[in-house]
């Protein structure tokens, strides 16, 4: 009868509170119990803790910008630090096209790699000061690859206004360079 008062505030006056009580309390079991210290929700709590712990926190654009995460200092800006990186890049390439080359064309391979180390250079562009560029890509984006070049300079290649030339094994490919696919997460 205490729950039947408590809720009677709530619920209409007469015939119509009482259908609703019956109908909706009534015949149902109503399980009075402090759910959070049960063990089982006490289980899934911590469960959801250390899931929660374990996940990485990405980085945000904001703070990518403030904490300028995506710049390479000074320091690192030399070509020869870049060149096993190349070395690299070769090897992964020409595995690449060695293992998957069975079935499907090679130029559609090529244009899949993931650039980030090769050896690229510019062989035509819209801006004529690009011709010519030749570098290691440092860093693939969506819309442009960061290169050093031999005179240890950071360059930004727009992919959408030039084509490039790089090599694979005897291989050397030309190609619009926004037809490169990447699949970089952030760019």
């Given amino acids: 009868e205490a729950v039947r008062a408590f809720i009677g505030q709530f619920l209409p006056e007469g ?12 015949s149902k079991v109503l399980v009075l119990e402090n759910v959070i210290r049960t ?6 709590n911590q469960r959801r803790r250390m899931r929660q712990a374990a996940r990485v926190q990405q980085a945000g654009t904001k703070e990518i910008k403030t904490r ?6 000074k320091d690192a800006q030399k070509y020869s630090l870049y060149l096993p990186l190349h070395e690299q890049w ?3 390439a020409k595995s690449v096209m060695k293992n ?16 980030t180390g090769s050896l690229v250079e510019v062989v035509r562009c819209r801006d004529p000061s690009m011709v010519g560029l030749r570098g290691i890509v440092v860093r693939d ?13 950071l360059k930004t290649i727009i992919k959408r206004l030039c084509t490039i030339s790089y090599t694979i094994g005897e291989l050397q490919i030309i190609c619009q360079s926004h037809a490169i696919r990447t699949k970089s997460s952030r760019s």
Avoid: H, W
């Avoid at 015939?15 to 009534?26: E, F, I, P, Q, R």
């Avoid at 984006?141 to 300079?153: D, P, S």
């Fill in 90 to 92: 070769c090897s992964y």
């Fill in 100 to 115: 998957k080359a069975a079935g499907r064309k090679r130029d559609e391979l090529a244009l899949q790699l993931d650039m």
């Fill in 15 to 26: 015939a119509v509170g009482d259908v609703a009580y019956k109908k909706k309390v009534a």
């Fill in 39 to 44: 063990p089982s929700f006490a289980k899934v």
């Fill in 68 to 73: 300028k995460l995506n710049e390479i200092p």
């Fill in 141 to 153: 984006g969506k819309n442009a690859f960061t290169v050093i070049t031999e005179e240890n300079q």
